[in-house]
């Protein structure tokens, strides 16, 4: 789990803008912290900030493009500034110079950070840095009662020496301050600080290269589970089988198509996950060759040689350490009993039981819920819906959130 004071940040997404200071180096540990608490954070520059440190190095710590200039047709062709105005759930401005503040201020728009604080409605905070005499000067001073009023945040500064040689107030917050001040700034999510990692969809097992074996799985279920799970600001991780499906606002997705290119895709990141959730209805068998050039009609039958996939849910289920587990079932017959007895079989903590052909491509879902109780082989019920997979996703979520916090204690 990430560590509580910062939790708060997950899924967030904060521009940090920088302009001309000194200070613009602690901007590469802020970046750093940010992005550790899982916030995804997209750096603008002034054409000053970029003397002090490159928008190289704050690229390669932010994982996006930085952007700096306001005319760049590149830059407008991938993320353009109204939408980079419109994409932050806050604008940290860190360092804020006294010139910055200025033409803040005066509500100038000449270079792309001032036009950005123009068209955007997002939270702004401001983390001023500059020197004790300019901080102390009464057109600062006036700035920032302006901003302030205008319903900025001001972040320090702090008090003491300064690069300068001057003592007094100016110094730019610690980022690790920064980091706490802008987690405070948001309400947490009641999954805040939870890392899930889902499975979704079917996989697509090559018998040549124009057909394949797989199911009727869509990744409704397993979609509406990342989406109400990263809105109650859980941190989520989606790995994806071949379906015709949007990825989630907030979620980290990563597409596959095998069996065993999902086994390896969870096994690189299950470490990093406090819960995972099984959903995909991953092929149990694959053809022993895919035969590299398509097969011609011949004869009036033919056999196909399969082989058995690794069970992804119960290889993580097997590890230590490991996620709470939690797994699907998807029965024609028998679910409540066939899904308890994956449930044992599997090593699982928790799962949902549905009937098949009816959730198959649905957008309804009736699930039984089962788990282990205190007792010998006594297993514990609750079932939820039918009703939309989003509704019945909130309940799942909900009812993990309570084993999870039974298992810490
Ligand atoms: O995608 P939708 O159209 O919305 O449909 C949702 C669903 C029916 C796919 C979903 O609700 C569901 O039931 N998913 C599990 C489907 C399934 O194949 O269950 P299973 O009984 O074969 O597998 C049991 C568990 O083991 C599952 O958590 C599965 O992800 C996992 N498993 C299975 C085989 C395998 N080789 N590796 C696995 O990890």
Not at 4 to 16: C, G, P
Not at 99 to 123: C, E, I, N, V, Y
Not at 345 to 363: H, I, M, P, V
Request: glycine share 8%; with cysteine; proline share 5%.
């Amino acid at each position: 789990m990430a560590s509580n004071n910062l939790a708060t940040l997950a899924n967030k997404r904060i521009l940090l803008g920088m302009t001309g200071g000194i200070a613009a180096y602690k901007c590469a540990e802020l970046t750093r912290l940010l992005i550790k608490a899982g916030s995804d954070v997209r750096v603008v520059m002034t054409k000053a900030a970029t003397e002090f440190i490159t928008p190289l190095t704050m690229q390669a710590l932010s994982g996006n493009r930085v952007h700096h200039e306001l005319l760049d047709a590149d830059a407008e062709a991938g993320m353009g500034h109204i939408e980079l105005a419109r994409w932050p759930d806050l604008i940290l401005i860190a360092p804020a110079s006294a010139d910055f503040l200025a033409r803040m201020a005066a509500g100038q728009a000449g270079d792309l950070l001032t036009t950005l604080l123009l068209a955007s409605k997002a939270p702004v905070a401001l983390a001023p840095a500059m020197n004790q005499a300019m901080w102390l000067n009464p057109a600062t001073r006036e700035n920032i009662e302006t901003l302030r009023l205008r319903g900025c945040h001001i972040l320090g500064p702090d008090s003491g020496s300064q690069a300068c040689g001057d003592t007094g107030p100016g110094r730019m917050l610690e980022p690790v301050e920064l980091a706490d001040a802008c987690a405070r700034m948001f309400s947490p999510g009641w999954l805040s600080g939870l890392r899930i990692m889902i499975t979704a969809g079917p996989t697509r097992e090559a018998i040549d290269p124009v057909r394949f074996i797989s199911n009727h799985s869509s990744g409704k279920m397993g979609y509406a589970l990342a989406a109400e799970a990263a809105a109650a600001g859980a941190q989520v991780t989606l790995i994806s089988g071949p379906v015709a499906l949007a990825v989630p606002d907030r979620v980290q997705a990563v597409h596959v198509t095998t069996a065993l290119e999902m086994l390896s895709a969870c096994l690189a990141c299950v470490d990093a996950h406090d819960v995972f959730i099984g959903v995909a209805a991953v092929a149990d068998y694959r053809p022993v060759e895919a035969v590299s050039h398509k097969i011609k009609k011949a004869a009036e039958t033919m056999e196909l040689s399969l082989v058995r996939n690794p069970d992804i849910i119960a290889t993580l289920a097997g590890r230590t350490p490991r996620p709470m587990m939690v797994g699907f079932a998807a029965e024609t017959d028998n679910v409540t009993a066939y899904g308890a007895d994956k449930l044992r079989r599997k090593g699982l903590d928790l799962l949902f039981a549905n009937e098949a052909t009816s959730t198959f491509g649905s957008d309804y879902v009736c699930a039984t819920a089962l788990w282990r109780g205190t007792e010998h082989d006594q297993i514990l019920s609750n079932v939820m819906g039918p009703a939309g997979k989003s509704l019945v996703a909130r309940q799942m979520l909900s009812l993990i959130q309570t084993r999870w916090l039974a298992a810490k204690q």
